[in-house]
């Protein structure tokens, strides 16, 4: 594996070329400081209370329910509406106009005025007009599947089919979760200086979290309307198993894109404490966590299902190399010093293989990585400082964008995509160029193209030549100077892909945020969406702990279920 000296105060890390490789990005998983696993944390050792304080819904389940959330800080209050729709209406692209349940984070008390406006507005998103004390608005759709199941079952007190749930793994599906300023919500300039959620992401992933918890009540309060005495609670495990599905398109690859500070902060500081991990002696008391934890992820990618044949594939070699890795696990440990000598041996397997490793290891060593938790926000700005010579910019260029200025631009594998927004579907979109109309639209997010670029304009200028001087001359390379000298001088820097060459997958890049977030089961529905499943196995609400719960498996009891069912059948 690729090495460097660290600057993080360890001996060993991984090289940018090595980390921010699309491919391995593509592989990652959940680990201790994905932002649910930290929001978890904080609202274990916090102690959170989350309590039903209204609940407001027909018979049938329509109408509103609110969660009241009280912290150290503040109090806080989920609004969720739940709408009855037709079967038509249910879609999860950004173009629906109608959800089965819509919600809101809202900061402080929520009286009658206020929930009159939020239910005026919450329920239309992107068309309504929310005050600025809602944190999150979001919108989710049922699994009908799911939820008929399981309605069905406990109203008839039955137990649901275990395998009916692991193939969804979850009641609702959310299709956007919108924070830091959308549609006139607060912003995160707002919410950074709040005790709370001060970290990106956190006020969403806590909207989720209460959601899940509202899903499963929901369908028991409608077993109880349909079942009366005969209705029976959902099995706790099977509770615990069910998370808060979400479809993620394309839209998530220009966020990563456009963002590129935020990209490296991640990417860094997760390499940084996995640099703490790997540096550290091996002991052979963490022989049976670390076994156990293998042994979660083999299981977790043997019931993950998924109608991606590449992914499938993907999944069956790793469990097949975990299972190696499992029998030699204890003689490879007697003989590794240190953890990077582990990590090392398991470069002979596939990425997804190895990024299994990795967030295991993260797992068995709290100590060392959660401290890193708080370390994930980052300013945004990009900087070029006076004083600096084209041959100043030619070496950040030749040592850190390799990637693209070693691409031929001019051969045509290397242009053939172009990034626009639908203006009819408001949604980023791929076209071939040349072929497909929307390239005068491009968007400007072919910043391997633009390097590459620069560097051949700087090529021709003298070197001792004032970059001011350059760029006065040159304005269109402004932006880019100030990106590639920024990202150039990061920890991590740039994604390295040109998202124009006809094999480049955005699925990789959606990959890399969602695990950021702490997603799993990873289920592509194509090479430009994919389905992912947040808080599944996750601890409930009445029982939170900061444990772990890495790589979420249907309970045993349940599975043995399952597979009689299925040998039955």
């Not at 395998?163 to 969804?168: D, F």
């Not at 051969?411 to 009819?424: G, H, I, K, T, V």
Request: proline share 4%; net charge negative; hydrophobic share 40%.
């Amino acid at each position: 594996m690729d090495a460097r000296p660290s600057t993080c105060g360890g001996t060993y890390m991984r090289d940018p070329i090595t980390v921010m490789a699309p491919e391995r990005l593509g592989a990652m998983h959940q680990n201790r400081i994905s932002f649910v696993r930290t929001l978890i944390r904080k609202m274990a050792q916090q102690k959170w209370q989350v309590t039903k304080h209204d609940w407001q819904l027909s018979p049938q389940g329509f109408g509103h329910v609110i969660y009241k959330l009280t912290t150290l800080n503040h109090v806080y209050h989920l609004v969720i509406f739940c709408d009855e729709i037709a079967d038509e209406d249910r879609n999860d692209r950004v173009i629906a106009e109608k959800w089965d349940v819509t919600f809101a984070l809202v900061y402080g008390d929520v009286d009658v005025e206020l929930l009159g406006r939020l239910r005026a507005n919450v329920p239309l998103q992107e068309a309504g007009r929310n005050p600025n004390k809602v944190l999150v608005l979001a919108r989710a759709n049922k699994s009908v599947r799911v939820f008929e199941h399981l309605v069905s079952h406990l109203a008839k007190g039955q137990q649901p089919n275990a395998k009916e749930l692991a193939e969804v793994g979850y009641i609702l599906r959310t299709t956007a979760v919108y924070g830091n300023g959308k549609f006139g919500i607060a912003d995160f300039n707002w919410l950074e200086t709040t005790e709370d959620f001060n970290q990106s992401f956190s006020a969403q992933m806590c909207a989720v979290y209460i959601l899940r918890e509202f899903s499963l009540d929901w369908v028991h309060y409608i077993a109880n309307q349909q079942g009366g005495d005969k209705a029976v609670s959902l099995d706790i495990d099977l509770q615990r198993y069910l998370g808060i599905g979400n479809a993620t398109g394309l839209g998530m690859a220009p966020y990563l894109i456009n963002h590129p500070c935020v990209v490296d902060k991640w990417l860094s500081s997760r390499e940084s404490a996995l640099t703490a991990v790997l540096n550290t002696a091996v002991t052979i008391n963490k022989l049976e966590p670390l076994q156990h934890l293998l042994q979660k992820g083999l299981c977790h990618l043997d019931q993950i299902i998924t109608i991606n044949a590449h992914q499938d594939g993907l999944n069956t070699t790793a469990i097949g190399e975990l299972h190696d890795l499992l029998g030699k696990l204890e003689s490879l440990l007697l003989q590794s010093a240190t953890w990077h000598e582990l990590v090392d041996y398991s470069g002979q397997y596939s990425l997804e293989t190895q990024e299994i490793l990795l967030s295991c290891l993260m797992e068995i060593y709290p100590e060392l990585v959660d401290s890193y938790e708080t370390k994930m926000n980052c300013d945004e700005n990009l900087n070029l400082p006076s004083g600096k010579r084209i041959e100043d910019l030619i070496a950040v260029l030749e040592n850190r964008y390799r990637w693209a200025i070693d691409t031929d631009f001019k051969q045509p594998e290397n242009n053939y995509w172009f990034w626009y927004r639908s203006q009819d579907k408001e949604e980023p979109r791929l076209g071939v160029r040349g072929e497909e109309p929307g390239e005068d639209r491009e968007l400007p997010l072919d910043i391997g193209r633009q390097a590459y670029r620069l560097y051949h304009a700087l090529l021709i200028c003298k070197p001792n030549m004032q970059l001011a001087e350059f760029l006065v001359l040159h304005p269109q390379y402004r932006a880019i100077s100030r990106r590639v000298w920024t990202l150039g001088n990061k920890e991590m820097g740039e994604i390295q892909m040109n998202v124009l060459h006809k094999t480049a997958l955005p699925m990789h890049l959606l990959r890399c945020k969602l695990a950021v977030f702490g997603a799993t089961k990873f289920d592509p529905r194509s090479e430009r969406w994919v389905r992912v499943t947040f808080f599944q196995g996750a601890p409930l609400l009445n029982e939170i702990h900061d444990g772990e719960w890495l790589f979420p498996l249907l309970p045993s009891h349940s599975l043995n279920q399952a597979v009689a069912e299925g040998e039955a059948s």
